[in-house]
Nanobody, 123 residues
């Protein structure tokens, strides 16, 4: 069964850090572009970051540039999202998704989605 599983969410104070993980089972992440997305309460889902299959290309939403870093570990079949200098407006459910043949990095339809992990930034 092909699955993506996110982990690493939780409650953190403003200015703090979290590292989210996206682990794959049933397929090799190295063939896929991986995107992180988030959905805050009452808002539409938005793209946060994307990394190419080789890891050589990345992009970020303007709202997280300079604070978030996406990376991948091929040996562990896992993609990470390091989130630093967190703000209350980063509070959302974070999802990872995979696409084999991307359109404009991760802006098109994604092939597989995880179930999400909740990040809450609050004092």
């Amino acid at each position: 069964q092909l699955q993506l599983v996110e982990s690493g969410g939780g409650l953190v104070q403003p200015g703090g850090s979290l590292r989210l993980s996206c682990a794959a089972s049933g397929f090799t992440l190295g063939y896929y572009y991986i995107g992180w997305f988030r959905q805050a309460p009452g808002k539409e889902r938005e793209g946060v970051s994307c990394i190419s299959s080789s890891g050589g290309s990345t992009n970020y939403a303007d709202s997280v540039k300079g604070r978030f870093t996406i990376s991948r570990d091929f040996a562990k079949n896992t993609v990470y999202l390091q989130m630093d200098s967190l703000k209350p407006e980063d509070t959302a459910v974070y999802y990872c998704a995979a696409v084999r043949y991307p359109v404009l990095m991760c802006r098109g339809r994604m092939d597989y989605w995880g179930k999400g992990t909740l990040v809450t930034v609050s004092s």
